[in-house]
C-alpha cells in the first residue's frame, strides 16, 4: 500500500514521512526534493502559472513505481496543489493508494517553519512563496483522510496505519 501526504508546504508532510518511516521502517518518499530549477525560478518569480507540472509528476509516478519494486508498502510526501495530478496518481495507483491530506490549523507556525527551514538549511519554499501559492491550492476530491498536524498527531496517524493494516508494531 501507498500512503501519500499531501498538503501545503509547511502543513508537516515530511515531518510524518519521517515519523512514519522511523517508528515503522516504512521507506519515505519525499517527492518535492525533486522540484528542477525551472520549477523553483518560476516559484520566486511568482511565473508558477506558465509552468507544465505533468512532466514532472511522471518523474514522481516513475520514481513510486520504483519504490514499489522495493517495497510494497511506502510512504510518499508531495504538495500537489492540483486535484488533476492527484487524480492522475490515485488512477495509476488506485486501489493500492490511500491519500492523508495534513493540514495545519496554526498559519502563524506554519509560516515560522517554512522561513526556519528555508534560514538553516536553503529550503527555497518561504512564507512569502507560501502565501503567493495558496491561491493555487484546490480542494481535494479525490478519496483521502484529513490529519490535522496537531500534538497528538502521531496517535492520529498510528492509528490510520493500524487501520490500513500497516504498521501493527508501532508502540508508544
Known amino acids: ?3 501519500f501526504l499531501f498538503g501545503t508546504w509547511g502543513s508537516g508532510k515530511t515531518y510524518l514521512g519521517e515519523l512514519i518511516q522511523r517508528e515503522c521502517g516504512l521507506l519515505h518518499m519525499e517527492a518535492d526534493i525533486q522540484f528542477d530549477n525551472q520549477m523553483l525560478n518560476a516559484l520566486h518569480a511568482r ?6 507540472l505533468t512532466k514532472y509528476y511522471q518523474r514522481v509516478v516513475h520514481d513510486m513505481f520504483n519504490f514499489q519494486r522495493t517495497a510494497n508498502d511506502f ?14 496518481i490515485f ?5 493500492d493508494i490511500r491519500f492523508v491530506w495534513v493540514k495545519s490549523e496554526d498559519l502563524e507556525l506554519h509560516k515560522e ?23 493555487y491550492w ?7 483522510v484529513q490529519l490535522v498536524n496537531a500534538p497528538n498527531v502521531g496517535e492520529e496517524i498510528k492509528s490510520l496505519l493500524h487501520h490500513w493494516g500497516l504498521c501493527l508494531g508501532w508502540d508508544d
Open 1 to 3: 500500500m501507498i500512503v
Open 47 to 52: 511565473n508558477y502559472h506558465q509552468l507544465d
Open 75 to 88: 510512504i510518499v510526501s508531495q504538495g500537489i496543489y492540483h486535484e488533476h495530478y492527484r487524480k492522475m
Open 91 to 95: 488512477d495509476v495507483f488506485e486501489p
Open 113 to 135: 517553519r517554512l522561513n526556519r527551514r528555508a534560514e538553516q538549511y536553503g529550503n527555497p519554499i518561504t512564507a512569502d512563496v507560501y502565501d503567493y501559492m495558496l491561491s
Open 138 to 144: 484546490e480542494a481535494p476530491q479525490i478519496p483521502h
